[in-house]
């Protein structure tokens, strides 16, 4: 491969990393927010077991009695484990405690959390302590009361199939006053209704909360936290220095998981005031500030997947953004969403699109070809050139490029194709981090997942404890770009050809931590390539 060309590659993949070391979005930490003066330990996962079942405690410490409030009536807190209800629809398997009355565990039924376990998609973790979604809390006194007492549920567990359903919470705030969440769940959607009514002090300011705990995706490069949307544009918070006080100006927000997420959706009558801001502990939290003693919305809890997230209607599907790349990689997805629907699987999907790009591309490569060979051929009077003037370097130059345009010849010509590639490289790398529809992609045999690093098998070496992955893809892709090396026409000096010799082990190395997906793409490329170099070889 021609000098120039490496050069070109290698400086803009060490561009991309270090643009997205220094200026692609943090991870906010997100660790649980600590309510009041009790904690909790450690709550069990929801087990994937018919939910017609016996109810399952939360192995919970009790909570302990708040301290009164002077002059105020204090709720009664019985000391005991929370108990949860549990619901499942055909998309989500939702758990709620009788602890707050609200949402401690959602699960996604079309998703597993990882590859080979059994366990389905977790939208809110487990963390310590206990947690729900959404908790009441009001400033009485400039005191705060929350909700952390127990609620009585209208109805047991509940398994939704083929109509709409509604669980009803009564309880109190800590300070006396009535409230209720009402939770209606539907049997085709992602989408869980809410209503909350509660008992309005004037002078006292009410708040609701949502701080969504969910799980770490395994990418980096993708933007995580929380996220409004004003009817116009997405804001996407990346760091949270103070509270951001939003008002009434939105239309929805929520948390971005990468791959998933929480959105809350008002009903347009009821829309509370919305502000997002951080705990003590950093974690991000969307806080409403109702106007009134009720109002309504949607939860919704699920996958960033265009056509689920389209049909929210409130443009929901701004969450989806690539960032940069984002005019590259939208078209890259639909291209393959659509071969899918023939193929059934995205790994064919990504060798169809590389096809495709090589072959609208090719012209483009015959003439690189070409503009290679003819400056191999150009090499002997180049170093005529280079002798003669070795000592006056702007002359040289000024002959050299005599020379190129008396032959016809573009020294960056070998460039063009892979500069064109590197845009829809980067785009592809985005999309295999972000896109719901090629996580947890099987391709074939022990290829099960194109957006992660292919998982053959590790060993162990004794002594130090070092895993080292065993990958193939990788591999096979560094014998190609030894063999499209040696076929590519070089001008370079054979110093500098037996220095190329290790750009191959340089980009297996460089790949070996990259998603299957991506390495796949770049072997179908080079192996193209080679075909392609054969065949002009023997027509140039």
């Not at 560094?478 to 750009?503: H, N, R, Y």
Request: charged fraction near 25%; aromatic fraction near 12%; proline fraction near 6%.
């Amino acid at each position: 491969m021609e000098k120039r060309t490496i050069i070109v590659l290698f400086i803009t993949i060490v561009i991309l990393f270090f643009f997205q070391f220094y200026f692609a979005p943090k991870e906010q930490p997100r660790q649980p927010q600590t309510t009041g003066e009790t904690q909790t330990k450690e709550k069990p996962q929801v087990k994937d077991a018919d939910v017609k079942k016996a109810e399952k405690t939360a192995k919970s410490e009790a909570v302990s009695a708040p301290v009164k409030k002077p002059g105020k009536p204090s709720a009664v807190i019985e000391k005991r484990d929370p108990r949860d209800v549990l619901v499942e629809t055909p998309y989500l398997k939702v758990a709620l405690t009788d602890l707050g009355g609200g949402i401690r565990s959602v699960q996604l039924k079309q998703y597993k959390e990882t590859v080979r376990g059994p366990e389905n998609k977790e939208v809110i973790e487990d963390v310590k302590p206990f947690i729900y979604v959404p908790k009441i809390s009001r400033s009485v006194n400039n005191q705060t009361v929350d909700d952390r007492t127990y609620f009585k549920p209208d109805k047991g567990n509940i398994t939704i199939k083929d109509k709409p359903e509604t669980l009803i919470f009564t309880g109190t705030l800590e300070d006396g006053k009535k409230v209720r969440k009402i939770y209606t769940f539907y049997p085709d959607n992602y989408l869980i209704d809410m209503k909350t009514e509660f008992e309005a002090s004037e002078g006292d300011k009410t708040s609701i909360e949502f701080a969504v705990i969910s799980g770490k995706n395994d990418s980096s490069y993708v933007f995580k936290g929380p996220f409004v949307y004003n009817g116009k544009k997405l804001e996407q918070i990346e760091k949270i220095e103070k509270t951001m006080n939003f008002n009434k100006n939105y239309s929805y927000a929520g948390f971005d998981d990468g791959f998933f997420a929480f959105i809350w959706i008002p009903e347009a009558d009821s829309k509370p005031s919305l502000a997002i801001s951080k705990t003590e502990n950093n974690t991000p939290v969307v806080r409403l500030s109702p106007d009134k003693g009720a109002f309504s919305g949607k939860l919704f809890f699920g996958p960033k997947q265009t056509d689920v997230l389209k049909g929210l209607n409130i443009g929901a599907e701004k969450i989806i953004d690539f960032g940069w790349f984002d005019i590259i990689a939208k078209p890259l997805i639909l291209f393959m969403n659509f071969t899918y629907r023939f193929t059934h699987n995205y790994g064919i999907d990504i060798i169809i699109l590389t096809i495709l790009i090589k072959i609208i591309f090719y012209p483009l490569s015959v003439k690189s070809y070409k503009s290679m060979k003819e400056m191999q051929k150009l090499q002997p009077q180049v170093m005529k050139l280079k002798e003669k003037y070795k000592n006056d370097k702007q002359k040289l130059n000024q002959e050299m490029m005599g020379l190129y345009k008396a032959r016809g010849v573009n020294p960056m010509g070998g460039c063009l194709p892979m500069i064109i590639q590197i845009p829809v490289f980067f785009a592809l790398y985005k999309a295999l981090s972000g896109a719901i529809e090629l996580r947890h992609a099987h391709f074939l045999w022990w290829i099960n997942d194109l957006s992660a690093p292919e998982d053959l098998f590790s060993f162990v070496i004794p002594g130090i404890g070092f895993t080292v992955p065993i990958r193939i893809l990788p591999l096979v892709m560094g014998i190609t770009q030894v063999i499209q090396q040696k076929m590519t026409p070089t001008s370079a000096d054979p110093l500098q050809e037996k220095m190329m010799l290790f750009m191959p082990i340089f980009f297996t190395f460089l790949f070996w931590g990259f998603p299957a997906g991506l390495v796949l793409y770049w072997l179908v490329n080079n192996v193209i390539s080679i075909g392609q170099q054969y065949y002009i070889n023997k027509k140039v």
